[in-house]
């Protein structure tokens, strides 16, 4: 938010058009319970006591509660701390990053005016989301006063490895710091691993799960994810139509010898050197483009006068003059194109958009003189009469006139050295919808996880971006093309807006009182563990991926662990023991891990089984009835194929008698679009061949008819064989068991969701130490912690389980 005085001495509130205001904006002024906390931005010491009580005023008319920073307070805080300790750090640039004890203390003094701003705010129930780098303190100091507060924090620059952030003498306050919260949040995953290995590093005492949850010592739990955030596609797309875009594009066209009246221009024979002189002083109303107090209306007339055509090249970049961005690499990256590829030069015009940015700091006074003088040295070496090579401008604009230097760029060179995430190449996209243009982006910024279709460059490598920046420019517009739309899919789904609403659903699930609750209830475990000692058969239906190990994002990489297959043949070595591993996982798979072991096998969802009880062969055994998978699969495969294509790292796994499409790896609001379209065609033809359609975890699959795993465990749940029973499973296919137990079997779900199990369990490791119990007659003492991953009361089972306990007493 902006603050501006009205004539009257009152002021209002215009919103700004950063990455973050328009994230949480729109969510903040539709939800009118919600309130937004911040720095005022002004000096109070600039103010008399009346007109601060006008300017609060106006903050809350907009929700908003401004805090007033002292310059001391915000040197030391701010530019200190800040901007000239956490960001350079942050960012890679430990070098230019300073540790003094004063700005530290500001820093801490800061997030503490914050915390005594916001408590008396707080009402029981509500959710409290902390941004950035500037307030690592917070969530801590809120945690102590309100310890049941549901608190998120999302960092929107990087986080650097463990080895550069242990640097920072006061990395164990600040990751304590972060820890209060319940969910911590960041742009890509890499960030969020940076952050567990800084906490194994320094805070090794801590628990941390395979899932990335730290159990605190206080009692709560913080879980870290990645959550990437978007744009406002829409705003984009639509101001790259305003007339003042158009007209700058037309303008810019015009300037650059693109459009056909002008196209002399360009020319490097002497000739079109004078012509080009001629022709500039016709044009001199582009010296006015930057005030952009003229109205569109001139604008637009102005540029009407030119004829669009395409001949010559712009490239464009929009950033703040920071040493992150790479600024200076990137125009010698420039120069080296024009040194390499003369025939570029007269022919392509470098639009660079640098803002000067915290110029107070030095090393930032230093950048802008560097970035100057190489402006200047490729501009004195290549110029002709009536051509520059680069126009560099260092205002700052607002978003018409950016959004029309994006529309006028054949090519965004969005190069960072280091960035949390980089809107700018989202926003070009935008602004291209439907359009050529073409993207070459650095692999150091978190954009280019999710734009993988740009020509992507490190950008510390000049030659490389030399070599991208020609290929970019020499591109087809139908190749061009091609890969916007791929990229553009993407950021229409994953906008600010779904960010915004997907981190704090997060927020609320993973601070749900159950998640709290989730420990240790041993009398459970205790029960099961005394009716297993007193059977004298016993069965167990176990599910693999997901219950006895940990989902993960490759199939192939969920192979078992030494371990854990000594744990399952000491279990299935029993002879009163009857272990059946029930998975959708292939025969060949199952036969690969687990054919050596003394256990039952049932894969493919039960079209597969070998080594049941009762059983006289050591064959697989394909279920009888199934429908000839050749046939059918011709039909499926493509269908899913087609969904592999179309969404980033997804693909199609084939079984003998299944075929799945996963999406885990995959962004997850392009895969679930995908998803519903994939099942709706899917649909058209399952019936008809005999097959049916199982969703599962993060993979869509189909199957014959009537396959289940409730199925296949049906004869031996009811064969009246077994005085303990017991099924194990983590997703929907296992509920299928579940529903053919028998009351008097132990059902047990792992992780969340819905279920007809009566009991749950947090994750596998929870699974293992059962067993292992179960394998070794292990009780415990009803209140003892066995370890951080027990049972826990499903509120839909509790009651049901706390009788069944005293059944058993
Ligand atoms: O019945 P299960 O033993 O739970 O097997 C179900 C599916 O497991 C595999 O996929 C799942 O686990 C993968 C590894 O953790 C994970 O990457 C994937 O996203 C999950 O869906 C297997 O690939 C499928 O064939 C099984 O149907």
């Given at each position: 938010m902006s603050l501006q005085a009205r004539e009257d001495g009152s002021y209002t509130l215009r919103q700004n058009v950063g990455g973050l205001a328009t994230a949480i904006g729109p969510y903040h002024r539709s939800h009118k319970d919600s309130l937004w906390i911040g720095w005022s931005g002004i000096d109070p010491q600039k103010y008399s006591e009346k007109e601060l009580d006008r300017i609060r005023q106006a903050y809350r008319e907009s929700r908003c509660i401004p805090i007033f920073l002292s310059k001391e307070e915000l040197n030391g805080y701010y530019a200190g701390f800040s901007n000239n300790t956490l960001w350079p750090l942050f960012h890679d640039f430990s070098h230019e990053a300073v540790f003094r004890q004063e700005d530290w203390e500001m820093y801490r003094k800061v997030n503490m005016r914050f915390a005594q701003v916001v408590e008396p705010l707080i009402r029981k129930g509500d959710t409290i989301w902390i941004q950035d780098y500037h307030l690592m303190l917070l969530p801590k100091m809120l945690r102590e006063r309100y310890p049941d507060a549901s608190i998120g924090w999302f960092l929107h620059v990087p986080f650097p490895s463990a080895e550069i952030f242990r640097s920072l003498p006061w990395s164990r306050e600040i990751l304590e710091g972060v820890l209060g919260a319940n969910l911590i949040g960041f742009h890509t995953v890499d960030f969020s691993a940076s952050f567990l290995a800084s906490l194994h590093r320094l805070l090794p005492e801590l628990p941390v799960n395979r899932d990335g949850v730290v159990e605190m010592p206080d009692g709560h739990r913080a879980a870290i994810d990645a959550f990437p955030i978007g744009i406002d596609y829409n705003l984009y797309r639509r101001t790259a139509h305003s007339s003042l875009a158009r007209a700058m594009r037309r303008g810019i066209d015009e300037v650059c010898g693109k459009s056909p009246r002008h196209r002399y221009r360009t020319s490097v024979t002497a000739e079109g050197v004078a012509a080009n002189e001629a022709a500039a002083s016709d044009a001199n109303w582009w010296s006015h483009y930057m005030k952009e107090d003229i109205p569109e209306s001139t604008l637009a007339k102005q540029a009407a006068s030119s004829v669009g055509s395409r001949s010559n090249k712009v490239i464009v970049s929009v950033d703040r003059?920071?040493?992150?961005?790479?600024l200076p690499e990137r125009l010698q990256a420039f120069g080296r194109m024009l040194d390499k590829y003369p025939e570029w030069v007269g022919h392509v015009t470098y639009y660079l958009l640098a803002t000067p940015s915290r110029e107070v700091v030095e090393s930032y006074q230093r950048l802008k003189a560097q970035v100057d003088q190489l402006v200047g040295e490729i501009n004195g070496r290549y110029s002709l009469l009536a051509w520059t090579p680069i126009h560099y401008i260092t205002r700052s604009l607002s978003i018409k006139p950016v959004c029309g230097i994006y529309t006028a760029g054949d090519v965004a060179l969005v190069t960072p050295l280091r960035d949390g995430m980089n809107l700018v190449a989202k926003e070009y996209l935008a602004c291209h919808d439907g359009r050529d243009g073409t993207l070459v982006l650095s692999d150091m910024c978190g954009a280019a996880d999710e734009l993988t279709d740009a020509f992507i460059v490190n950008p510390y490598d000049i030659d490389m971006v030399c070599e991208a920046l020609h290929n970019a420019l020499e591109i087809t517009p139908e190749e061009s093309k091609r890969r916007n739309i791929r990229m553009q899919a993407r950021l229409k789904v994953r906008t600010a807006a779904n960010w915004c609403t997907s981190f704090l659903d997060s927020l609320r699930q993973v601070s749900a009182p159950g998640m709290t609750d989730r420990r240790l209830r041993m009398d459970h475990h205790n029960a099961i563990v005394r009716q297993w000692d007193g059977a004298h058969r016993r069965l167990i239906l176990c599910d693999y991926d997901g219950t006895l190990t940990p989902l993960v994002r490759r199939p192939e990489r969920a192979k078992p662990t030494q371990a854990l297959r000594r744990l399952l043949t000491q279990v299935g070595s029993n002879p009163d023991v009857d272990f059946l591993l029930v998975s959708g996982r292939s025969h060949q798979i199952m036969q690969d891990w687990f054919g050596d072991l003394p256990v039952g096998l049932i894969a493919e969802h039960g079209a597969w089984n070998r080594n049941l009880p009762g059983s006289d062969s050591d064959e697989w055994q394909r279920a009888k009835g199934l429908p000839d998978s050749d046939t059918w699969q011709k039909v499926i495969r493509p269908i899913m194929d087609e969904s592999a294509t179309r969404v980033p790292n997804s693909f199609v796994e084939s079984k003998s008698d299944a075929v799945a499409w996963h999406?885990?790896?995959?962004d997850a609001q392009v895969a679930d679009h995908e998803r519903q379209d994939l099942l709706r065609r899917l649909r058209g033809v399952v019936v008809g061949l005999g097959l049916m359609i199982m969703e599962n975890s993060k993979v869509v699959e189909v199957t014959p008819v009537a396959t289940s795993k409730g199925q296949a465990i049906l004869p031996f749940v009811n064969s009246g064989d077994y005085d303990f029973m017991m099924a194990l499973g983590d997703d929907d296919t296992d509920e299928t068991m579940f529903a053919v137990m028998p009351d008097k079997g132990w059902t047990i779900k792992v992780g969340p969701g819905q279920t007809k199990a009566r009991l749950r369990v947090n994750d596998p490791t929870a699974v293992t130490l059962l067993l292992a119990d179960l394998g070794a007659g292990v009780t415990h003492d009803s209140n003892e912690p066995v370890a951080s991953h027990g049972f826990r009361d499903d509120h839909t089972v509790v009651d049901e389980a706390h009788a069944r306990l005293t059944d058993d007493k």
């Open positions: 003059l920071d040493y992150t961005k790479g999406y885990r790896m995959s």
